[in-house]
C-alpha cells in the first residue's frame, strides 16, 4: 500500500484499490449506513478544512503536543513492561498509524531498539483482516504482537477485535492506546479524554491514506483489506509535521495523571441513548476523537459538551467546526467524556 509514511517507519499491510472507488458525499453515505449497507463499502469524500479551521488545527497542535507526547511515553513504558522488548506493534489504520510509529520512535530513542511495526485493517461488524494477520505470525511470534490504536471511545472496537482474534492462539486482544475515557484498560496513556491532535484531521495526517474498504467486488479471498491514496493530497501532507510536533516534546521521566472514574464509558452512553431516546447506541460517538469522526465523516444531530469543558482550548477545533457546519452544541453533564457527538438519524433511509 502507498503512503507518505516512510517504509522503515510502517509496513502498511492493505491492498491498493487507488481509482478503483470513488467517495461519496456524506448524504449519500449516511443514507446507505441506515439503510443496511456497511460503511466499509464505500468512502466519504475528503473533508477539505477552511484556512480558519487549520488555524484552530495548529493552535490545538501547539497546545496539546506535550500531552500527547507524555501519554506516548506512559503507554511504551507499559508496552515494554508488558511484551519486553520482542514486541511487534500491529496498528489500527488508519488512525492507529500515527501512533504506532509514535511508539515506535519513543522505544527506539529511549532503549535504542527498531522495534517492527505493521497496520492492518479491522472493521466494525466485519472483523479484522485474517489475511494480514497470517502475515504478521509467518514472521512473528504471536505473543509479541502488540494491537495499538489513537483511543478508545465506547470499547466497540475493543468487543471486535477481542471476538477476531478469538481464533488465533497466543494474541493478545488488550488494545494499548493513547487515552482511554471510557475505563476500560490499562494499557493507556491516560484515562482522561484528551485531544490527540490526529483526531482533528483525516488522511493528511494519516499518510494520506483513506479508511479502509472491505467490498466483494474489489477485494478477493487472499487479498489484504484495501485503502486508496490520495495523491493529489501530497502538497497538503501533514504526517510528518504532525509526528515531529509531538516527538520534540518526548522525554524519559514523563508521567500522566490518572482520572479515576467509576464504571465504564459504555454505560454512559447508554443514559446518553436513554436520555435522548435514541435505539441504536452505534449512533452516540462519545469522547473528543470520536465527536470529530462524527463532524468530518457523517450527519450529526448534535454535539454534547461537558460544562466544565465547554470554554476549553482543546475543545476549540471542534466548536470552529460544529460552527462551519451549523450543528448544535448543548451543554450536558458527562463523566467520563469532554464532549459527545450524535448522528441523526435520518427517518426517510
Known amino acids: 500500500m502507498r503512503s507518505s509514511y516512510k517504509k522503515e517507519d510502517v509496513q502498511i499491510l492493505l491492498k491498493d484499490i487507488t481509482g478503483m472507488i470513488h467517495g461519496q458525499t456524506t448524504e449519500e453515505r449516511e443514507k446507505l449506513i441506515q439503510s443496511g449497507i456497511h460503511y466499509c463499502e464505500m468512502l466519504p469524500i475528503e473533508y477539505v478544512p477552511s484556512e480558519k479551521y487549520m488555524e484552530v488545527y ?18 511504551s513504558e507499559k508496552i515494554i513492561n508488558a511484551k519486553g522488548k520482542s514486541v511487534v506493534l500491529v496498528s489500527l489504520a488508519r488512525a492507529g498509524i ?39 505470525l509467518a514472521r512473528h511470534s504471536a505473543s509479541d504482537i502488540q494491537f495499538v490504536d489513537g483511543w478508545i471511545g465506547k470499547g466497540a472496537i475493543c468487543s471486535e477485535l477481542a471476538s477476531a482474534l478469538s481464533e488465533y492462539d497466543g494474541i493478545s486482544a488488550e488494545l494499548a492506546v493513547i487515552s482511554d475515557p471510557a475505563n476500560i484498560t490499562e494499557l ?12 482533528c484531521l483525516n488522511s493528511t495526517v494519516s499518510g494520506l491514506i483513506s479508511r479502509t ?23 497538503s501532507d501533514l504526517s510528518y509535521s504532525f509526528l515531529d510536533s509531538i516527538e520534540k516534546e518526548f522525554s524519559d521521566s514523563a508521567s500522566c495523571d490518572f482520572v479515576s472514574a467509576t464504571g465504564n464509558g459504555r454505560d454512559e452512553v447508554l443514559k446518553i441513548a436513554s436520555h435522548f431516546g435514541i ?50 452544541v448543548e451543554e450536558y453533564n458527562l463523566e467520563h467524556y469532554k464532549c459527545c457527538g450524535i448522528i441523526k438519524k435520518l427517518a426517510d433511509a
Open 58 to 75: 495548529r493552535h490545538s497542535l501547539a497546545t496539546f503536543s506535550k500531552p500527547v507526547a507524555d501519554a506516548v511515553a506512559v503507554l
Open 279 to 328: 435505539d441504536d447506541i452505534n449512533l452516540i460517538k462519545p469522547g473528543i476523537g470520536e465527536a470529530m469522526r462524527v463532524l468530518l465523516r457523517r450527519l450529526p444531530w448534535k454535539i454534547l459538551v461537558d460544562k466544565r469543558f465547554a470554554s476549553s482550548p482543546q475543545l476549540a477545533h471542534l466548536l470552529k467546526l460544529a460552527e462551519e457546519k451549523g450543528v448544535p
Open 98 to 136: 500515527p501512533i504506532g510509529i509514535l511508539i515506535k520512535h519513543y522505544i527506539k530513542r529511549k532503549w535504542k531498539i527498531d522495534v517492527p511495526h505493521y497496520s492492518v485493517s479491522i472493521i466494525r461488524g466485519r472483523g479484522i483482516d485474517g489475511n494480514a494477520i497470517k502475515y504478521i
Open 213 to 235: 474498504v472491505l467490498r466483494d467486488d474489489l477485494i478477493g479471498k487472499d487479498d489484504f483489506h484495501g485503502a486508496v491514496f490520495y495523491e493529489n493530497l501530497l502538497e
Open 188 to 199: 493507556c496513556g491516560t484515562h482522561e479524554d484528551i485531544l490527540i491532535p490526529s483526531s
